[in-house]
């Protein structure tokens, strides 16, 4: 018992660390080209965010079981939006930067079009299908290199070049996004897997486990960037990962894994004589977006009522599931 319990506190340990570098090296990277964070966050953080299930769901298929990362991006983007963003946005609301985001936004509803259409008309996700996700990620990520380029070029160069002078080398920046990333992934899965050690000897419920630490478990990179970056005064780096994360739910994770190993989805749950995830989880999921998207591409910033009404849905979607 005493070395799960000090491998947990290892991996607590790791993760906090790791999110501080993280968020270190990608801000420092952001203020030295003049780049929006929303756009660092929707591009360079979201990615290493999102390394981590990349690598699980294309073992996954590897093994035969493509099926898993089906669910897994839509329950991804579920929780990241009306748990990890609600959490932020209730605690501290935001202004954002309309334009990075709208690019953001445009594309993740490409993707979940897509994806939906796939799901409600088909059930079947070919390798067709995984090549054209995957595309969908190469053509954001260049328009996003594009739009980094034009902020570059439209700034002024900083009259405080002495500020600019004493500022960590780039290097350094990118050591600490990169090993940041990495100390994140190792300390997730420590956390994770001691957890679920620590929660069996203690006679927790399987059912109960995987509805804690092995879905937190999953979202634990995405959580631990948005509450350093909050606690840092970064928020807007917080919404553009958890926006670009869920984009790249479908179209990287999704995308690698049916390229991989096509497959059909799930259909060992029902409601009404109906497949649940076409009732439920994807109806869900489009709401949680759009509740978190579309009024801060109005009004330009994020409200506390929007966070709340998040975690309301939150609540009422894992209940559901839990008694389902």
């Not at 660092?40 to 299930?53: D, Q, R």
């Not at 936004?105 to 799901?119: C, N, P, R």
């Not at 984009?247 to 390229?259: C, H, I, P, Q, T």
């Not at 994807?282 to 801060?296: G, R």
């Amino acid at each position: 018992m005493l070395i799960p319990v000090l491998l947990f506190i290892v991996g607590l340990v790791l993760l906090i660390k790791g999110g501080d570098w993280f968020v270190d090296g990608a801000t420092g990277i952001a203020h030295r080209f003049h780049i929006p964070e929303i756009l660092i966050g929707a591009t360079v953080v979201s990615i290493g965010t999102t390394l981590p299930e990349v690598m699980v769901s294309a073992g996954a298929a590897l093994g035969g079981h493509g099926e898993i990362a089906y669910g897994n991006a839509i329950g991804s983007i579920i929780c990241n939006t009306s748990l990890i963003a609600a959490l932020t946005i209730a605690i501290k609301p935001s202004k954002v930067s309309r334009k990075p985001l709208a690019l953001s936004v445009t594309f993740f509803y490409i993707a979940a079009i897509i994806y939906s259409l796939v799901a409600y008309l088909s059930g079947h996700f070919s390798r067709a299908i995984g090549i054209v996700l995957l595309s969908i990620f190469v053509i954001y990520m260049i328009i996003s290199v594009i739009m980094a380029k034009k902020n570059i070029n439209a700034e002024a160069p900083s009259d405080d070049a002495e500020s600019d002078e004493k500022a960590s080398p780039l290097w350094k920046e990118i050591v600490l996004l990169v090993v940041g990333a990495a100390i994140i992934a190792i300390g997730a899965d420590l956390l994770v897997d001691n957890g679920t050690i620590i929660a069996q000897m203690l006679g927790v419920p399987e059912a109960v486990i995987a509805l804690t630490f092995v879905a937190l478990g999953t979202s634990l990179p995405e959580l631990v960037t948005a509450i350093t970056s909050l606690a840092k005064g970064h928020g807007a780096l917080s919404l553009g990962n958890i926006i670009g994360a869920n984009m790249f739910n479908l179209v990287l994770v999704s995308g690698v894994s049916v390229a991989l190993s096509p497959f059909s989805i799930p259909s060992n749950s029902q409601l009404a004589g109906y497949n649940t995830s076409l009732i439920v989880d994807i109806p869900v999921m489009f709401a949680v977006m759009s509740i978190m998207v579309i009024p801060a591409l109005i009004r330009g910033k994020l409200s506390r009522v929007q966070g709340i009404l998040l975690l309301a849905i939150y609540a009422a979607f894992c209940i559901f599931q839990f008694t389902l």
